[in-house]
C-alpha cells in the first residue's frame, strides 16, 4: 500500500518542515509514501475565499487516483475522530482490504473544498481544536507513523495491545 499527501502550498516554517521530513522518512520505512504540494492560488490569484477553496479542489483532483483500490481521506475538522488505536485499525482494514494508494488531502488557509470531501472514503479531524493547515501536516504524518507502529506492534505507541 501507498500514501500519498497532498496539501495546499509550500510549508514555510522550518521546524514544521524539518518535522513533517522527519515523520516521512519514519512511514517510509513502513511503506512508500509521497507528497505533493498543490499550488497555493491564494497567491497567484485575488479569489474570494468560496472561489479560492473551489479552483483549489480542482487543482487537487488533477493530482488524485481515479482507480477503485485507491481511497481518499480529506481532512475537515467536521470530520471523523479517531482515538490513534482506532485509526490504526481503519489504515489496517483498508490495507487489507485491497487498498493500493491512500490519499490524504488537507487543505488551503480557508478550507477543503466539498468537491473533495464529498468523494473522500473517510472526511477525518484531527480533533475539535483548531490547527494551522501547516500544523495539520505535521500532525496528520505523526498519526500515521503511530498507527504504522500500532500495527507492526512496534513500541512508539506506548497504549498499543501487545
Given at each position: 500500500?501507498?500514501?500519498?499527501i497532498?496539501?495546499v ?43 479560492l ?65 464529498t ?17 495539520c ?6 498519526q500515521?507513523y ?5 500495527l ?5 505507541h ?5
Open positions: 500500500m501507498k500514501l500519498k497532498l496539501w502550498g509550500k510549508t514555510k516554517s522550518a521546524p514544521i518542515k524539518a518535522l513533517t521530513e522527519e515523520y516521512l522518512a519514519r512511514i517510509r520505512r513502513f511503506t512508500p509514501c509521497d507528497t505533493q504540494e498543490v499550488r497555493d492560488l491564494a497567491k497567484a490569484q485575488s479569489l474570494r475565499p468560496a472561489d477553496v473551489a479552483a483549489e479542489g480542482e487543482e487537487i483532483s488533477r493530482h488524485l487516483q481515479k482507480s477503485p483500490a485507491s481511497r481518499l481521506v480529506a481532512l475537515d475538522e467536521g470530520g471523523r475522530q479517531f482515538p490513534s488505536e482506532g485509526f490504526a485499525r481503519w489504515l489496517g482494514r483498508e490495507r487489507d482490504s485491497g487498498a493500493r494508494e491512500i490519499a490524504f488531502v488537507i487543505g488551503g488557509a480557508e478550507g477543503l473544498s466539498r468537491s473533495i470531501s468523494k473522500a472514503h473517510l472526511v477525518l479531524s484531527l480533533g475539535e481544536m483548531t490547527w494551522t493547515h501547516e500544523m501536516r505535521a500532525l496528520l504524518l505523526e500515521i503511530r498507527a504504522l507502529c500500532i507492526h506492534k512496534i513500541p512508539y506506548k497504549g498499543a495491545a501487545s
